[in-house]
């Protein structure tokens, strides 16, 4: 073991307890009303747990610059979250990046604007990605300025493949994002540049699968993007995607596979040999799949004949361990020395474990967007599959029991030294914006945590309950004075995505050393704070240069 990897032993905790780390996707507090999921669903354990406030129980900060994000504006989401829970420290991250790469004109200097900057004189110039505001994924901001800056440096035919959201901003907000890209486009066009949309499906229909739950779905998108072959043929994006809303149960996440063709019913912009393609999202998860059928010479997902020859590059790069894409705009944020990689290099044992869903989220995220195991002899990750071809609201308890008793057997095998789950139901639930249905997604996590402190108990272990970000703890857009916002018809809007709100975070457990409690000298602590806590329980200090810990043990 090199010397930098061997970490100091806690003064005052003591080693060998099995740890739990229980992370509830989209679980924030927020005040009690009907449209608090959380508060309303019967949820006696995580009440329970709170009643240890302000020894056991507090608040932290996952939203805005505490995870890395641009302004306190931006809400959190899993990928920043899980990504400051493992890393301990606070990173910029890829939307941050990609601002800064705008805004200082070296977005155009790197190896990967070059490449595709080979296809601007005989081919056409592809941009797919997620046409939103939500920066989560990506932001139409930064599409706006990366249409500019190429076409002032020789991009002359351009296409867009869009993916409809209504899951990071309202449903219905895809019409007004198509428009200003429309606007946009028009401008290009003045400009003698031929600029056009060309494709276009929601974003959990098309395209941004993850994890690789549902192939089709990015088939969907191959298929309409490359081949220029959908379902819904129109002569416009705008019209289609009020056309495809005006179907009964449509929203933007879940729009089919369309394509925009000229007047003799041609695709105005499948992907050809010689084209350039950069997909814009900065984040990983859901453009990994993509990614892969867009550069592996070896693909055997599905059948992707015509395979056309082109200039790929992401916005970032993807996966760093698989060197996923090739060729990218923007270097990710060097996540480096994450907490599970010291923790295995000093020996501690480790099982992760949640649903194909938010499989990637405790192990990929948490080891700073790496995949594989750091030492396979010492961790083992197991993946519950999860439903696919549904919306979670037909399904709300998706699989957390499943995970919740694979976790308990890992803590009495006496196998493992850390436990690490992530329960998506608050989350995943929360996107559909069903509020029932959440209620019931709130109440199954709560039963798993459960189960996972009866074992912890059994053991005579600690357990460390927290979440990523808000979700399910607010199901409504509000104004300004925090009263529910109206629509024109006088209707309350579901919020689908995430929040501001912080989060809970809860440490008890048998294995607690008498005088254990939370320091009172951090209370603007968040995420990034979580690892070197975690370390803490471990029996070991932090690396110096983590954020600091949230808890002390004090002598009675
Ligand atoms: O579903 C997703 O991709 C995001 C929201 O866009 O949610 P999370 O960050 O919780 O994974
Ligand atoms: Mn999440
Ligand atoms: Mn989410």
């Not at 925009?260 to 998860?285: H, L, M, Q, W, Y």
């Not at 599959?385 to 009495?412: C, H, V, W, Y």
Request: glycine content about 10%; proline content about 5%.
């Amino acid at each position: 073991m090199g010397e930098s990897w061997k970490l100091v032993d806690h003064p005052k905790l003591g080693k060998g307890k099995t740890i739990a780390v229980i992370v509830l996707d989209g679980w924030g507090e927020s005040n009690p009303n009907e449209y608090n999921c959380i508060h309303v669903a019967h949820t006696p354990t995580m009440d329970s747990l709170k009643n240890g406030a302000p020894h056991h129980w507090r608040l932290i900060k996952a939203h805005g610059k505490a995870v890395g994000l641009p302004t306190d504006d931006d809400m959190g989401n899993s990928e920043v979250g899980h990504n400051a829970l493992g890393a301990g420290r606070i990173y910029a991250q890829g939307a941050k990046l990609v601002d800064l790469a705008l805004a200082s004109g070296k977005i155009y200097e790197g190896q990967g604007f070059k490449y595709i900057k080979e296809s601007f004189q005989t081919g056409t110039l592809h941009l797919i990605g997620l046409l939103s505001d939500g920066g989560v994924h990506s932001r139409l901001d930064q599409v706006q300025l990366l249409l500019k800056g190429v076409s002032e440096r020789g991009a002359r035919r351009i296409r867009l493949h869009i993916l409809t959201d209504g899951r990071d901003v309202l449903d219905g907000s895809s019409i007004g994002f198509v428009e200003t890209l429309e606007n946009d486009l028009a401008v290009l066009r003045q400009k003698g540049i031929d600029a056009k949309i060309a494709s276009g499906g929601g974003r959990m229909n098309v395209t941004m699968d993850r994890y690789e739950n549902d192939w089709s779905v990015v088939k969907r998108g191959w298929d309409a993007q490359v081949l220029g072959e959908a379902p819904y043929k129109f002569t416009s994006a705008l019209e289609a995607i009020k056309k495809l809303r005006a179907e009964p149960k449509a929203n933007d996440q879940y729009l089919p596979p369309f394509v925009i063709v000229d007047e003799s019913g041609k695709p105005v912009g499948p992907i050809v040999d010689g084209d350039a393609v950069v997909t814009f999202n900065f984040r990983a998860d859901r453009m990994t799949m993509l990614a892969k059928a867009l550069e592996y010479e070896n693909f055997d997902k599905f059948d992707r004949v015509p395979y056309p020859k082109i200039n790929y590059a992401g916005m970032l790069e993807y996966d760093g361990e698989l060197k996923l894409p090739n060729h990218y705009l923007v270097s990710p944020p060097e996540i480096e020395r994450t907490s599970g990689e010291y923790l295995v290099h000093n020996g501690v044992r480790t099982f992760a474990c949640s649903e194909t869903v938010k499989f990637g989220h405790v192990t990929f995220f948490w080891n700073g967007n790496r995949s594989g195991y750091f030492n396979p002899e010492l961790e083992e990750y197991v993946e519950i599959p999860s439903d696919s071809g549904i919306t979670f609201n037909e399904q709300p308890k998706m699989k957390a029991l499943q995970i919740a008793e694979k976790t308990r057997d890992a803590i009495l095998s006496g196998k493992f030294d850390q436990v690490r789950v992530n329960l998506p139901n608050g989350d995943m639930v929360g996107h559909t914006g069903d509020i029932e249905a959440t209620v019931v997604a709130c109440k199954a996590a709560d039963e798993a945590v459960k189960i996972i402190l009866d074992a912890i108990e059994q053991v005579g272990g600690i357990y460390v309950v927290t979440a990523d970000h808000g979700n399910a703890e607010d199901m409504v857009k509000r104004d300004k004075t925090g009263k529910p916002q109206l629509d024109k018809n006088g209707n309350i809007q579901i919020l689908t995505s995430h929040t501001l709100e912080p989060v809970p975070i809860a440490i008890g457990g048998p294995g607690l050393s008498a005088g254990f409690r939370f320091r009172n000298d951090v209370p603007n602590g968040g995420l990034a704070n979580v690892a070197a806590t975690v370390i803490n329980l471990h029996g070991f200090e932090a690396p110096s240069d983590y954020e600091q810990t949230l808890i002390e043990v004090v002598d009675n």
